[in-house]
């Protein structure tokens, strides 16, 4: 059975092994090329199945920050019709990369 681990980051969930990149919503304080540390672990698979409620305590996947970008551009357009209305307002969202390095229980 292959080790992976369900983190918590940005209000989302992903699943991760070692070894993959996995694309996350910018943090803050955080470079490229610096290491974090993932806190909120819900699950580790290994031999067996650990389960939080609803994280696991001790347990920390560790990843390294690869890239750091904004994704693409998003219009929000805002109309009222017979009064003369409207906003138009671009959005980019920040996004980072996350090498996962490894997993510790």
Not at 52 to 65: D, Q
């Amino acid at each position: 059975m292959a080790q992976y681990a369900i983190i918590e980051t940005g209000s989302k969930q992903y699943r991760v092994a070692p070894g993959e990149t996995i694309v996350i919503e910018k943090l803050k304080g955080v470079e490229v090329g610096q290491q974090i540390e993932f806190e909120k672990v819900l699950l580790v698979a290994n031999d067996t199945l650990h389960v939080g409620k609803p994280y696991l305590p001790n347990a920390r996947v560790i990843a390294e920050i690869t890239k750091s970008y904004r994704g693409p551009k998003l219009h929000v357009f805002k109309y009222r019709r017979k009064t003369r209305y409207r906003r138009k307002i671009g959005h980019r969202q920040p996004y980072m990369e996350a090498l996962i390095k490894e997993i510790r229980l």
